[in-house]
């Protein structure tokens, strides 16, 4: 991961915002042989006596089921919206270009649900994302016994408690404010994911250039 310490967000609040945004992670693990495995699959947290568990299902008897299987540690990425951003904005453009972009890295062992479990976290995830609609015909308790009774033998519900979370929030954090206001500019003019990369960066642009404050480029590294 991207170690700079001003590229990191410490609202802990901020990283959870971005976990409840962009729900659809990156779910990666290893068998004990060493082979890596991959899915991507939305992701549900929840907070429990002050730590962090991640709650999702997957498919079983896939290569991902029976490396979990194997061995439980798990890394799940989250990533936010990410945009290029030229040298040529920046106020000294000799010098290389760069990615702005968010990312929450969470790691963990892998525990997977009884039946009991998967069910009542079925329930939660089909309403969640039918934004609460209890008449929607797809949520879970709508849906026809004979397909559940199908679709449940086909899954496997897991959680996985974050031992550990990091996070990227590379956001010219290291730039002059006249560089970073035409980075804003520049994004917006793109529209789509690169403006939402300019409303994250508008939101901290009080925080990085405090009225009277002196920038200090020295205290950033290359």
Do not use: C
């Amino acid at each position: 991961m991207y170690n700079f310490t001003y590229f990191k967000e410490k609202d802990q609040q901020v990283i959870l915002d971005l976990l409840k945004e962009y729900p659809f992670a990156f779910l990666t693990g290893s068998t004990l042989a060493g082979e890596q495995v991959a899915t991507q699959i939305p992701v549900l947290y929840e907070e429990r006596n002050g730590e962090l568990f991640l709650q999702g299902h997957i498919m079983r008897k896939t290569d991902h089921h029976k490396a979990f299987l194997e061995n439980p540690n798990a890394l799940l990425v989250f990533t936010g919206p990410g945009a290029y951003v030229s040298a040529s904005w920046y106020s000294n453009p000799q010098m290389g270009s760069t990615w702005n972009y968010m990312s929450v890295h969470v790691n963990g062992k892998m525990k997977f649900m009884t039946d009991e479990e998967l069910e009542q976290f079925m329930r939660k995830f089909t309403l969640h994302f039918e934004g609460g609609n209890t008449a929607s015909e797809t949520i879970y308790d709508n849906l026809p016994e004979t397909y559940v009774h199908k679709m449940m033998q086909a899954i496997v519900g897991f959680e996985i408690k974050a031992d550990n979370i990091q996070n990227v929030f590379k956001l010219s954090q290291n730039r002059d404010e006249k560089s970073y206001l035409n980075i804003i500019s520049k994004l917006e003019q793109q529209g789509g994911a690169a403006a939402l990369v300019a409303m994250e960066m508008k939101k901290r642009k009080e925080t990085l250039f405090p009225p009277g404050v002196e920038w200090d480029e020295s205290t950033f590294d290359s």
